[in-house]
């Protein structure tokens, strides 16, 4: 099979929000599948808010590319969101081609303004563009102002333009031979065909709701992502290999530096690429935050002599890095996990820190009294930005970083079990405890605790009971759990029941 990739080029595609072309950079993918699937998988990936645009053209993927993010970080990000949207679009459209549609209520012909894509009906003696009451979502069919045969989806919201795309593309997958082309813009809703043909309104409707409910789904899986799949450097991978190589340079090795041709001082892929001594090329990201925390830097120092023909010096190890930023992700967790079970929080859904040293009035690990940043270096070559993670831009406010203790007496707290190894335990034993012992058999987790509440429910102890886009998701006990708990409680009674007297 071959390995799928993402290539960097230069492109104009028109834009299917705005009706006007870009051209710019993108990222794309020849994924070799039909023009339909590409076209959802496309308008799955562009329903995120993060996501400038993602389209279809010329039987590939586009994904338009971030200027302010390095491409190797939006590379790896892409590939996460590809698979796991080829999979969702997969599945459903595979679902679609086999089901039976319930009837719904439709507009006739004569209801609808083809130039608008919208029903009308006369009220008061004037024609306005209103969804008619009778209908929640319509599909109807009507000939243009060429007397060309369209669809149309009729709804109430008038910011429904992903889901509407999403369906229109999930059409063109279902209805190959009609040659659905892209509207000129999504939210009129319209189904353009080169080869007209009659399209089951039933179906249309179908394909709408289920588009509704696959971006709804798509977004919870992506937010359960670390950094919500957005491109960082801050991801575990990142860390263990910035871990790696700061061992490496402890232990005497040498990077060499080579310029990048056409590369200016402030480029985001970076101005040099870097190699060990073995010829091993390292992400430039990788290097570069090991020069901002001050770990490794020129072998003649921070500054040198440049002359249009020196060569570049090594990076060594410098020789005044603390030995303790080495290594230190050994003992660290998420930051918002961590706060998230803290006992100094004023209340349970409060950021407000009441710790006696705090060193700010909310709770953050720039501000956290008994833990700290480890990453706070990194900021430093930043000059006045007031974040202390470059991964996202200040405005950012729920970047997670990574935090070690300052005591190991945290280390032994609840909080800081919960955030790190045993964090699974923690948020199944919290769902045990609202069943057992309050009576509430359903609870809402947060991002913050969103990778261990996956991995709960990857191992059955957990099942989802609703979804809650921008909250997060509800679960309960699975029925196994559920079912060895009470075992386990009918056996700790009989245990302790009192004996006969005969």
């Known amino acids: 099979m071959t390995k799928i990739s993402f290539e960097r080029v230069t492109a104009s595609i028109k834009n299917q929000r705005h009706s006007w072309f870009s051209k710019t950079e993108w990222a794309r993918c020849n994924l070799a599948l039909p023009v339909g699937e590409l076209r959802s998988i496309a308008m799955v990936i562009n329903s995120l808010d993060w996501i400038e645009q993602a389209a279809e053209q010329d039987c590939t993927l586009m994904i338009r590319l971030d200027y302010k993010q390095p491409w190797i970080l939006q590379e790896r990000s892409y590939h996460q969101l590809l698979a796991i949207a080829r999979t969702m679009v997969t599945e459903q459209i595979d679902s679609l081609k086999t089901c039976m549609p319930e009837a719904t209520l439709t507009p006739e012909a004569s209801e609808i303004l083809p130039e608008y894509g919208y029903a009308y009906r006369h ?56 040659g659905i082309s892209y509207p000129d813009r999504f939210e009129k809703g319209d189904v353009r065909m080169e080869n007209p043909g009659p399209i089951n309104p039933d179906l249309a409707v179908l394909t709408y709701n289920v588009a509704g409910g696959m971006i709804k789904k798509f977004k919870v899986i992506v937010a359960a992502l670390e950094w919500g799949g957005k491109p960082s450097s801050f991801t575990r991978e990142d860390n263990q290999a910035r871990e790696w190589l700061a061992i490496e340079m402890q232990k005497g090795a040498r990077i060499t530096q080579k310029r990048i ?81 803290c006992q100094h929080r004023r209340y349970d859904n409060d950021s407000e820190c009441r710790h006696p040293k705090r060193r700010g009035d909310y709770c953050s690990p720039e501000h956290c009294p008994i833990t700290i940043q480890i990453y706070h270096e990194d900021a430093r070559s930043y000059g006045c930005r007031n974040d202390n993670e470059p991964a996202f831009d200040s405005y950012n406010w729920e970047r997670d970083a990574f935090v070690r203790p300052l005591h190991a007496n945290t280390t032994r707290s609840r909080a800081w079990l919960a955030a790190g190894e045993m964090a699974v335990e923690a948020v199944v034993n919290q769902v045990i405890s609202d069943t057992y012992h309050l009576g509430i058999p359903r609870r809402l987790f947060g991002s913050e605790n969103m990778h261990a509440v996956t991995m709960a429910i990857e191992a059955g102890h957990l099942i989802i009971d609703e979804e809650m886009p921008g909250f997060g998701i509800v679960v309960m006990l699975s029925d196994n759990l559920k079912a060895k708990i009470d075992d386990q409680i009918r056996q700790q009674k009989e245990k302790n029941a009192p004996e006969e007297v005969i």
């Open 261 to 341: 041709e056409n590369a200016e001082y402030d480029d985001v892929d970076g101005v040099c690429s870097y190699y060990l001594e073995d010829g091993t090329e390292l992400p430039h990201t990788i290097v570069q935050r090991l020069i901002n925390s001050r770990i490794i830097e020129g072998e003649s120092g921070p500054f040198y002599e440049r002359t249009e023909d020196d060569k570049i010096p090594d990076l060594v190890l410098n020789p005044k890095a603390n030995a303790e930023q080495i290594g230190q992700n050994e003992n660290a967790v998420p930051f918002q996990a961590f706060e998230s079970y």
């Open 123 to 178: 009220i008061n003696g004037r024609s306005l563009l209103v969804m008619p009451e009778k209908y929640k979502t319509g599909f109807g069919m009507a000939e243009d102002d060429t007397g060309t045969l369209a669809g149309y989806f009729l709804t109430q919201n008038n910011y429904d333009d992903d889901q509407k795309a999403l369906a229109i593309a999930l059409l063109t997958a279902l209805h190959p031979k009609l």
